[in-house]
């Protein structure tokens, strides 16, 4: 039984990771330090320490590091740093996540920024839309087509900022210079109760997915001893982990999309919705995993002899308690779900090589 419920996850997982991986042909690069040029003609995934990025990518460009510095093109693009420079032409989206990220005014944003940042400084006028979290946002002396939604401390704007739409900011939030820029709308919203309200439900929600999260990966360990051992016997290293991190990122955005687009078609549609549930489970529990991945590395340390059980409890209470730190701990939960995927696509590849 265990053996067929292997061969069927592999097999159901394998039938779009094959697809997607005759796509991504080239797409991975990692290193300590990279500085890339030229033409992709696919999605493009790049990590490393210190990374300058010239390409233009006809696809979705992914790059991850310490320190980077990208120019270049995308349709879409999700960066990812401590200290990230864009300069880049980018056709429709922009994602960033980070400490510090600065978008010259040589930078090109055609349609909605997201960004995930500590610091932000937008030099180049024309995005339709922006989502911040972070904060500091600072857009003085740009024009803004559309929205700015912030979840700041401070935006900064000046004489030279317009903003064609609304700011959407709760009432904490300083806006230095709002009497000198050019703004459609400052929306203001309630923010004592809300945050009262969202820290206790938090709490709670944060007790329940801990007990549920808990009982499926105890079941999971229970009947899959052998993937129980691949957890204790993954090696923590910094390259390593980064390159993990990085193919789980590209298989979290590739599986969605070409299971939506073979739904949309009609080709396997059935197999589609299938692995669609099979990608919701994976992403469900792959937080826990990697914390246990972890956890259970430190404490093995300092004691070899507690149960895996206990363990697992401990992974899974920490990762929750984490995602409850504003900002910091949504980002910290995104890489150990990055890291989750990234080695069950690596196990699952494994697998079916073997």
Not at 46 to 62: C, F, L, Q, R
Not at 107 to 125: G, H, L, P, T, W
Not at 215 to 225: C, D, E, Q, T, Y
Not at 288 to 313: F, H, Q, R, T
Request: charged residues 20%; aromatic residues 8%.
């Amino acid at each position: 039984m265990k053996k067929i419920i292997v061969k069927v996850m592999c097999t159901l997982i394998c039938s779009f990771l094959v697809i997607s991986g005759v796509q991504a042909k080239g797409v991975f690069k990692f290193d300590k330090d990279l500085n890339e040029k030229g033409t992709v003609d696919s999605s493009r995934v790049i990590a490393g320490n210190n990374v300058t990025s010239e390409e233009d990518v006809d696809g979705i460009s992914i790059i991850a590091a310490n320190n980077a510095n990208i120019k270049g093109s995308a349709p879409y693009a999700l960066y990812v740093g401590n200290v990230i420079t864009i300069e880049s032409k980018i056709e429709k989206d922009l994602v960033v996540l980070g400490n510090s990220a600065n978008i010259s005014s040589d930078a090109e944003i055609n349609r909605d920024i997201y960004a995930f940042v500590s610091n932000m400084k937008i030099n180049a006028s024309g995005a339709r839309n922006i989502r911040f979290v972070g904060d500091t946002l600072d857009i003085r002396g740009i024009t803004i087509n559309g929205n700015v939604y912030a979840n700041a401390n401070e935006v900064l704007v000046d004489k030279n900022t317009t903003i064609e739409g609304k700011i959407t900011c709760f009432d904490y939030t300083v806006i230095e210079g709002k009497n000198e820029a050019t703004i459609g709308k400052i929306v203001e919203k309630e923010s004592s109760n809300i945050e009262k309200i969202s820290l206790w439900q938090r709490i709670l929600n944060a007790i329940k997915s801990s007990i549920s999260l808990f009982v499926v990966l105890a079941i999971l360990i229970s009947v899959l001893p052998k993937f129980k051992t691949k957890l204790e016997k993954e090696p923590l290293k910094v390259e390593e982990s980064l390159k993990t991190i990085a193919k789980g990122l590209f298989v979290l955005i590739a599986i969605p999309i070409i299971a939506l687009f073979t739904l949309c078609t009609g080709i396997l549609a059935p197999l589609s919705l299938i692995v669609i549930s099979l990608y919701a489970i994976i992403c469900y529990i792959s937080s826990g995993i990697a914390a246990y991945i972890v956890i259970n590395k430190l404490i093995s340390k300092y004691s070899k002899n507690m149960s895996p059980y206990i363990s697992l409890l401990i992974s899974v209470v920490v990762i929750k308690l984490i995602d409850l730190i504003p900002y910091v701990g949504s980002f910290i939960t995104i890489l150990f779900l990055l890291y989750g995927v990234g080695f069950i696509y690596q196990l699952v590849k494994s697998r079916v090589k073997a």
